[in-house]
């Protein structure tokens, strides 16, 4: 290859290169800055000690005794990776390297329907996001999850467009194996049957000059996808059962309702904080079982017969309580998906490097009615506030953009239509799923699809301004 050649492909790649630096600059950035942080105040140790997950990935390689029988493969990634080199470093770059792929198959999922320009738009957006890249030195189960979510979506697109099994097969399998990634992943499958569904009338009625699948591929696609979900979960139940003499997918399955989403309840029933009502939801729960429950997760130390008997109680208990106060909770629970569409990350970013843990929970103070509690974090403006609602505005215009691009697309343009009903309802699932304890983190699976949206929203707004400045020159 001569110079004229390689000339030729750097021009050739020239974005993807770009791209590629910039995501290693800003990971780059952020490790650095955060590993000189001083410890005592925030910094390396915030991240470390982020998720429940990390005494577990960097001290346990057992892949079941780890997570007491929970959702195993984001454990064997660990295990395989630092088998190769046995450092938690090794996590770190790994994640790195899942996240570099998500952020590939987004793009090849945008371009199927997109213009590169705004392909590579949005990927920029993705790439020197701050919180992304702090999230890949985090020992978060999502770093894998979103690479599966990601590949899996790119997958169905290539298969309602082009029809071909494969598709189906790498889609099915992948979303499958998401399930036992993430809880998040637990009804992905039943999700993309309905909107597999939903797609068939869509044409049938509206597309009818477009040869979509027919009723019975319709049905046997859906068969498919489940059977294979089907496969993986009752897999993981089935060792459970063997292990631990439970039929169970995952213990935080079974408790995250009584120690999640009936505190947001109970807080707001009794007028008392979330850590209030979680505490002493714990101490009836300790009572019940005879065991001071330290640790909700905690198998070893509670022994497998108490701690079969904990899921049984909190699981029963919790869906019990949601059930007689289903009303009161459902306009909690609704209410709560709002923050997922609005909030960021950068403020637990400031309070990550600076140690600083100051602000309140704007959104359950409002369910509440105080609002002299918000009012006393804005009038304060400084830069944590500033950081705060520069979030705020960032993903409220790209929440709106999701919307706005919705109807737009149905109007004006057909042709990406289907693209944003799908991410739509994704990430309303998204948000259903995660919904009333609401974290940044969880909101990092649907970053293409925000951010998608705003640039497609910002092309359509630059071409509405081009095409009237042409109108007024005539």
Request: with cysteine.
């Amino acid at each position: 290859m001569n110079y004229q050649d390689i000339t030729k492909k750097i021009r050739e790649y020239k974005y993807w290169i770009l791209l590629i630096f910039v995501f290693i600059l800003v990971r780059i950035i952020v490790a650095v800055a955060y590993y000189f942080a001083n410890l005592d105040i925030g910094g390396w140790n915030n991240i470390y000690a982020y998720t429940d997950l990390s005494y577990n990935v960097v001290t346990m390689k057992h892949l079941f005794k780890a997570t007491c029988g929970g959702l195993p493969f984001y454990f064997v990634f660990t295990s395989f990776v630092q088998a190769i080199y046995d450092s938690h470093w090794s996590v770190y770059v790994a994640q790195i390297f899942a996240t570099f792929f998500t952020f590939y198959f987004s793009y090849k999922s945008i371009r199927l329907y997109f213009s590169k320009n705004v392909a590579v738009a949005t990927l920029l957006l993705l790439v020197i996001d701050p919180f992304y890249a702090w999230y890949n030195f985090m020992f978060a189960s999502g770093n894998l999850f979103c690479l599966f979510f990601a590949s899996g979506l790119y997958n169905f697109l290539l298969f309602i467009r082009n029809k071909q099994t494969k598709n189906l097969v790498y889609f099915s399998l992948l979303i499958s194996i998401s399930v036992l990634v993430r809880a998040t992943g637990i009804l992905l499958i039943q999700v993309f049957s309905v909107i597999f569904i939903i797609l068939f009338f869509y044409y049938k009625f509206f597309e009818k000059e477009k040869n979509f699948f027919g009723v019975k591929t319709l049905l046997l696609s859906i068969l498919f996808m489940n059977f294979c979900y089907a496969l993986f979960v009752g897999g993981a139940v089935i060792k459970n059962k063997i292990d631990y003499n439970d039929y169970r997918l995952a213990p935080d399955l079974m408790t995250n309702v009584y120690f999640f989403n009936v505190p947001e309840l109970l807080s707001l029933q009794e007028g008392i904080s979330n850590g209030e009502a979680r505490k002493r939801l714990t101490d009836i729960a300790s009572r019940e079982i005879d065991f001071n429950i330290t640790n909700i997760g905690d198998c070893n130390s509670m022994g497998q017969e108490k701690f079969n008997l904990f899921l049984d109680y909190v699981n029963k208990e919790g869906k019990k309580y949601i059930w007689e106060n289903w009303f009161a909770y459902s306009k909690i629970h609704f209410y709560k998906m709002i923050p997922y569409y609005l909030q960021s990350g950068y403020f637990q970013m400031y309070e990550g490097y600076f140690g600083s843990k100051k602000k309140p929970n704007i959104s359950s103070a409002i369910m509440n009615g105080e609002i002299k509690v918000v009012f006393d974090f804005v009038k304060k403006f400084n830069a944590p506030v500033a950081i705060y609602f520069f979030g705020i505005a960032y993903w409220g215009l790209a929440s709106f953009s999701m919307f706005f691009t919705l109807i737009y697309s149905w109007f004006k343009d057909r042709e990406k239509f289907v693209y944003i009903l799908i991410i739509n309802i994704l990430t309303l699932y998204l948000a259903f799923t995660v919904s009333p304890f609401i974290m940044p983190r969880y909101k990092i699976i649907a970053y293409p699809f925000f951010l998608l949206s705003l640039m497609y929203f910002i092309s359509i707004v630059l071409n509405y301004i081009k095409s009237h400045k042409i109108r007024e020159k005539l």
